[in-house]
T-cell receptor, first 111, second 111 residues
Framework: EDKVVQSPLSLVVHEGDTVTLNCSYEVTNFRSLLWYKQEKKAPTFLFMLTSSGIEKKSGRLSSILDKKELFSILNITATQTGDSAVYLCAVNSGGYQKVTFGTGTKLQVIP | NAGVTQTPKFQVLKTGQSMTLQCAQDMNHNSMYWYRQDPGMGLRLIYYSASEGTTDKGEVPNGYNVSRLNKREFSLRLESAAPSQTSVYFC??????????FGSGTRLTVV
């Protein structure tokens, strides 16, 4: 059974801090790993990673994949209160029905 | 550009009642999905439609039916609602099965 585990489950940081969110996976046929940000409503797409060691970057957010060790990290630098959300990791293991989501990391950024 | 539109946003049903959740996307995506999100369990796939004219079961299809009415629309029907179907439901679409665009969700309570 495919499995995606995110850690920590939740964390609270102060504005300006840097955070690292973790996602480890065990799947039978890896195709891609995706990160989403979920505020009050719908998850919104952040990154898709398919190759090891290549960093994807968008503003203060960045992510990298390690296919040998089966994990990915999402970094957020200089956090702002608007970064408060649940961050979801998902792994596509080869097909429309083969996307497994983790339970998410809840990030709270306090002023 | 609306993206993925779901209706209704909230619904309360009595056990045994039926209802249909509507979903439409305007991005010309081939694939559409229905997920449910429960605390501590992440997003779980109910049904998906890889392309117009096809539908397939996901991880948790029992108690649900779907219809891919055309390329834009994908509906989810609960024939006889049960309290275990209390959840937040998300519709999503994608061009090639990887990065999803989600609707804003339907919060369903079955009493």
């Amino acid at each position: 059974e495919d499995k995606v585990v995110q850690s920590p489950l939740s964390l609270v940081v102060h504005e300006g801090d840097t955070v690292t969110l973790n996602c480890s996976y065990e799947v039978t046929n890896f195709r891609s790993l995706l990160w989403y940000k979920q505020e009050k409503k719908a998850p919104t797409f952040l990154f898709m990673l398919t190759s090891s060691g290549i960093e994807k970057k968008s503003g203060r957010l960045s992510s990298i994949l390690d296919k040998k060790e089966l994990f990915s990290i999402l970094n957020i630098t200089a956090t702002q209160t608007g970064d408060s959300a649940v961050y979801l990791c998902a792994v596509n293991s080869g097909g429309y029905q083969k996307v497994t989501f983790g339970t998410g990391t809840k990030l709270q950024v306090i002023p | 550009n609306a993206g993925v539109t779901q209706t209704p946003k909230f619904q309360v049903l009595k056990t045994g009642q039926s209802m249909t959740l509507q979903c439409a996307q305007d991005m010309n995506h081939n694939s559409m999905y229905w997920y449910r999100q429960d605390p501590g369990m992440g997003l779980r796939l109910i049904y998906y439609s890889a392309s117009e004219g096809t539908t397939d079961k996901g991880e948790v299809p029992n108690g649900y039916n779907v219809s891919r009415l055309n390329k834009r629309e994908f509906s989810l029907r609960l024939e006889s609602a049960a309290p275990s179907q209390t959840s937040v439901y998300f519709c999503a679409s994608s061009a090639q099965g990887d990065g999803y665009t989600f609707g804003s969700g339907t919060r369903l309570t079955v009493v």
